[in-house]
């Protein structure tokens, strides 16, 4: 599976609209891109996911550079409780592949 | 919503003793997977069910590490015996398995573990 590479941390203001950043230049024509999300002591959550089309939500949008080898998760409008690691995934194209973890980001929503 | 349900939640346990958790994925999914999360980094897969069979255990510690899912429903990850290094959350996931679509993983709250 491609790897990612996501910066470590990052802050964002309660009301405006947070930006993450994920590069995967190695990234394969099958391979897909999702976006997970852990709140402290939680479970990992879905939030995301897609191929080469840019992708909307009621949680998010994803935007996929038209190379693939990066992609942006969008967070509309930030509140408090979206404060939580941010992981980016390149999945290889089974369906029901694992899925490989990096360190993620780390956002803090601030007041 | 169907969620994924895991017990216990916490457990602390002294080394060399045996320690056992439960999984009760959302029904009608036929993958199963556990994970493991230590402080700090990622979860990492540790065995993959499809229905009964193991699919993907290429990173269980098999000396020490069992899981089982015999009637394709709800799945037991046991440690026998614990070590101090094995303290970490450990996560139980499933998605339903659907020919030719992508599918999302659905993940369960985790039991933490300590080993004293």
């Known amino acids: 599976d491609a790897k990612t590479t996501q910066p470590t941390s990052m802050d964002c203001a309660e009301g405006r609209a947070a930006n993450l950043p994920c590069n995967h230049s190695?990234?394969?024509?099958?391979?897909?891109v999702y976006w997970y999300r852990q709140i402290h002591s939680q479970g990992p959550q879905y939030i995301i996911h897609?191929?080469?089309n840019n992708e909307t939500n009621e949680m998010a949008s994803l935007i996929i550079t038209e190379d693939r080898k990066s992609s942006t998760l969008i967070l509309p409008h930030a509140t408090l409780r979206d404060t939580a690691v941010y992981y980016c995934?390149?999945?290889?194209?089974?369906?029901?592949?694992?899925?490989?973890f990096g360190q993620g980001t780390t956002l803090q929503v601030k007041p | 919503e169907a969620e994924v349900a895991q017990s216990p939640r916490y457990k602390i346990t002294e080394k060399s003793q045996a320690v056992a958790f439960w999984c009760d994925p959302i029904s009608g999914h036929a993958t199963l997977y556990w994970y493991r999360q230590i402080l700090g980094q990622g979860p990492e897969l540790l065995v993959q069910f499809q229905d009964e069979s193991v699919v993907d255990d290429s990173q269980l510690p098999k000396d020490r590490f069992s899981a089982e899912r015999l009637k394709g429903v709800d799945s037991t990850l046991k440690i026998q015996p614990a070590e101090l290094g094995d303290s970490a959350m450990y996560l139980c996931?499933?998605?339903?398995?659907?020919?030719?679509?992508?599918?999302?993983?659905?993940f369960g709250p985790g039991t933490r573990l300590l080993v004293l």
């Open positions: 995934i390149v999945r290889v194209g089974s369906n029901t592949g694992k899925l490989i």
């Open positions: 190695t990234i394969s024509g099958n391979e897909y």
């Open positions: 996931a499933s998605s339903p398995h659907r020919r030719n679509i992508q599918e999302t993983q659905y």
């Open positions: 897609g191929l080469k």
